[in-house]
């Protein structure tokens, strides 16, 4: 109890985060020298070639508080960046935290957001390397750099998709746009009970019923280790990837426009979950602009050689949408009746 | 001119990233891949140990936009991360760099951040490979991680301090605390100006004449890579060192407690510069008491063997203030008329 009744302030700057950070696992031999110095020190064998990604998390911006917990979101800051070093086909090692906190925040909060992180960089064997905390006007800020390795000349780039490659996605898409339209709705629905009730309790109890998977893809997601390690296994090495986290147009417009070439991609074999398409419908959304555009799905996009066909079908969770064609043949979308819409990177507006 | 006109909404967060990213050199062989996928690629000798640190600067908390120029600050923020990897014995090699932006900021803003972040940057050799940028609710912030290589099993960590080993620091100290000071007199000048004249416009010139030196130090830190060149042109390897960013008695402090040991510095032999001395004095301060806890000098504190005191005596811009103890012994700070204080980390109550 003494414990929990600590507060912030008591402990400063260094002593929240040796607090935060002491006796942190560590999972791989790459690590020499964690948290408690000027740097990181890390080792990585001659045949590697290291992998660097960074990302700012800003509440009001990414997050919500009212409906994200701590924990939740300590999960998700890092298996966003893992996600990244996934899609260049390399393994996560490292990662540093940073923190910016508001005087709102107490130890308890912190230990929860670590909680977070740490089970998410066990799940994928990450070491926490640094952790920084400093003091914020408002709000919590997270920066998180994710620091990986990957074979010496294996690195999947963005650039190198060839006409006839064919386009893979890992799991389904869209399920995290509809879980944050879920909370955003049932956080307006309390909103205007609470508005409604004048100052007086409300006994507000949120509507997720059946909706579990959608609210989880939205909370938790999970960067695909999984499909790297078949990728691997099968001998497959991609022509181009990326993680889908701003949506599969806008990803799919990278990989075009890196590789210099276009794309065809069938509405109808985009893979969507059940309730994905149910939620869309009582929201009287189309479901296929929320899997093109939605985004935060941290699924993987990927293009391989025509020949890798038969081995692709072997995969686990991966489907084939389409292929890569000439810069000139243009980025289309064909409907299941056949219509081709060109593929814009926000908000999809023909079939709005 | 069309180009100044263009603002940050039109770009788009994408463009905005390519606009301020397009071009930058490559000055080391280790980047592989720079800005422009999901993680940049780094390729380092197989004789190299890979340091990594990562700093969160907060408008409001770590900088203020009142007086301190972006071009300043851009140069300061990559600054402070390179001093870290100095403060290893290391190399910086690259920088990530994302920014959050309210709607305050404007493409040439922007610009202006950037010039001085590459400023930095060339003249250390340091690559810019990551440039994420995102809107916030309010305020600037800036979160760096800084790349850098070190001789394998040549990284200085903080707890390598001996008992008779010398303390050494490089160029003089409290400089930038007091420099500090002074933007934030003018600052009060000014807003006290401003209140009396009632919203009349007033012709305000901050007087910062014969101080150039110490705003200097507060607006354009320099970090020590050439303290690091000479103790390595010398076969001098530390037993300890740190950057000075937090204060000399908050890093000793953490030198002795990492290492398990006590020490005795002598105030006659922290090294001071003229305007430092002359301006502690006008604002009534203790000029010793600025040098220890003042932060922000990003000088170097260093421990060596005593075997190399001839060697550190040929050094240019080095000072040694003292020497390591036991840890039985205290820390202790030696005042010209041989009274002992023990160092404290946050203001130095006794000479106050």
Redesign the interface.
Known sequence: MAEQEKDIKDLGEFGLIHHLTDQLPIHNPST??GV???????????DK????????L?????FDLTYVPLRHLGYKSAMVNIS??Y??G?TPR?I?V???LSKRFTLADMEEFYDGLRLACDAHNVDI??G?T??????L?I?I?C??D?E?GK?I???GAKPTDLICVSGNLGAAYLGLQLFEREKEVFYSQQAEAKGQPIDFQPDFSGREYLLERQLKPEARGDIVRQLRQLGIQPTA???ISDGLSSELLHICE?SHCGCRVYEEHIPLDYQTAAQAEEFNLNVITCALNGGEDYELLFTVPLADKEKVETMDDVKMIGYITDADDGKLLITRDGAQFDIKAQGWNHLK
């Open positions: 020499i020298k408690g110095d000027d740097c990181a020190v890390l080792k990585f064998d001659a070639e290291v992998l660097v990604t960074t990302d700012l800003l509440e009001g911006i990414h990244d070093v899609a260049m390399g490292q540093t940073s923190l910016g390397v640094g920084d400093t003091s914020s006007l408002t709000g800020m920066s750099t620091i990986g990957v010496r690195a780039y963005r650039s990837m990326m993680d890196d």
